[in-house]
């Protein structure tokens, strides 16, 4: 299997952290979109050019993070089960999954993007209205974690590999302190064998950004 991905997009890191769970060997193969020709050479493979995607050792592609990780639970037997055989629980992680892609992950995405912009070109009243969505949803995980070791009881899912790499993003935008709940998650997200694996790759990629010992195409 090869897996098409950048280390310091979320939705990559999510399969990674999926990837780091299952065990399973494939070929990393980072791919900068900022670099045209890098692009250009992805758009070719895989024309929406999004990361990240697998490539499946038939040669078959497959995009879409929690596509990519059901794939990986339906097909790979070892390591961590990442999709409840319980079907209850199971629904509750695919909704978890979803309420955290689209309400956390990609509202992060569109803070980070005003953030970006120079303050005067900022839409102020936009990101008020982001960040109290974000805070509402966020409030709603640490209800839950009162409860819950993981997002969906004992056993890390799918939806914890959709959450963990949002979590340094969100705690640094947003005043999360007094949700103890998911500041213990953090905490114990930190020391997860899978995710130091991520956050060590991102570490790595964003230190070469800001050091300028790689540089941005
Ligand atoms: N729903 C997709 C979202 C994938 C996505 O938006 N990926 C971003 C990077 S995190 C991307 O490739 N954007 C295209 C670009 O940067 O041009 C998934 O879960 O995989």
């Not at 640490?142 to 004992?154: F, I, K, M, R, T």
């Not at 963990?164 to 213990?184: D, H, I, K, Q, W």
Request: net charge negative.
């Amino acid at each position: 299997m090869e897996l098409f991905y950048h280390p310091l997009s979320r939705y990559s890191q999510k399969v990674l952290l999926g990837l780091y769970e299952k065990q399973v060997n494939f070929y990393p193969r980072v791919t900068e979109l900022r670099d045209p020709i890098q692009r250009q050479t992805f758009s070719k493979i895989y024309p929406p050019c999004k990361l990240p995607l697998l490539k499946c050792s038939d040669g078959s592609l497959l995009p879409e993070s929690t596509i990519i990780i059901e794939y990986l639970d339906q097909h790979i037997p070892g390591g961590t089960r990442l999709l409840p055989k319980d079907s209850a629980d199971c629904l509750r992680v695919r909704l978890w999954d979803r309420i955290i892609d689209n309400d956390i992950s990609n509202q992060l995405f569109l803070l980070e993007q005003q953030l970006s912009m120079a303050p005067e070109h900022r839409n102020e009243l936009a990101m008020a209205q982001v960040k109290q969505r974000l805070l509402q949803v966020l409030a709603s995980i640490d209800d839950e974690l009162a409860n819950s070791h993981w997002l969906v009881g004992d056993g890390f899912t799918l939806a914890d590999c959709a959450l963990v790499p949002c979590l340094e993003p969100a705690f640094e935008l947003l005043s999360l302190l007094e949700l103890e709940n998911l500041c213990r998650y953090r905490q114990q997200a930190k020391i997860r064998g899978a995710w130091e694996l991520v956050a060590e790759e991102a570490q790595l990629a964003a230190a070469e950004e800001t050091s300028g010992l790689k540089l941005i195409p």
